[in-house]
Antibody, heavy 125, light 108 residues
């Protein structure tokens, strides 16, 4: 059974740092691209960051670029999100999500087929 | 950036009703469109990918359609477990993606 479990959330002051982890099991972690997605309380979803299976490619939302760093350790089956320079607007539940792909004709459509339960990050003084 | 506009933002319906949620992209995304269901206090779950393909295990009362800029999710006969928030996601700009604002389906 595929499982993703986030940890590391908590209360942090503005300008502070936090490191989130996502432990993966039930699949070959090193074969899958991964993402972080966040959801502010009572609001919609926002994609945050992506990392390819070999870590050769990473990508970030403009709202976090230069402040957040995504990484992974395939030997440990773990995904990470290092968050620096935290702001009040970063307050959210952070989910890790696995990418899978649909291939049809000329198209190769990604989707997020498994999500963790999330970890809450609160940025407040 | 591609903007995703979902409508309505909320709706009230009864058990057995058929409901349709729409999602409009600000530019052509072909069929790079996914739908997720999120029950209160839970993580999102994949319902439909590539606009119309049902994820394994999802009941057949859920269906998706559309291409280009206009997409819809239909629930043909609402069940108690379907009262939730539904999110569309464009992933044409992969690995970047954008979600719609969500549609909350409530019991009338």
């Amino acid at each position: 059974e595929v499982q993703l479990e986030e940890s590391g959330g908590g209360l942090v002051q503005p300008g502070g740092s936090l490191r989130l982890s996502c432990a993966a099991s039930g699949f070959t972690f090193s074969h899958k691209n991964m993402n972080w997605v966040r959801q502010p309380p009572g609001k919609g979803l926002e994609w945050v960051a992506y990392i390819s299976s070999s870590s050769s490619s990473v990508s970030y939302a403009d709202s976090v670029k230069g402040r957040f760093t995504i990484s992974r350790d395939n030997a440990k089956g773990s995904l990470y999100l290092e968050m620096d320079g935290l702001r009040a607007e970063d307050t959210a539940i952070y989910y890790c999500a696995r990418t899978n792909y649909f291939t049809g004709g000329d198209y190769y459509v990604p989707f997020f087929d498994y999500w963790g339960r999330g970890t809450l990050v609160t940025v407040s003084s | 950036d591609i903007q995703m506009t979902q409508s309505p933002s909320s709706l009230s319906a009864s058990i057995g009703d058929s409901v349709t949620i729409t999602c409009r992209a600000s530019q052509n995304i072909i069929y790079y469109l996914n739908w997720y269901q999120q029950r209160p206090g839970k993580a999102p779950q994949l319902l439909i990918y590539a606009a119309s393909t049902l994820q394994s295990g999802v009941p057949s009362r859920f269906s998706g359609s559309g291409s280009g800029t206009d997409f819809s999710l239909t629930i043909s006969s609402l069940q108690p477990e379907d009262f939730a928030t539904y999110h569309c996601q464009q992933i044409f700009t992969t690995p970047h993606s954008t979600f719609g604002g969500g549609t909350k389906v409530e019991l009338k």
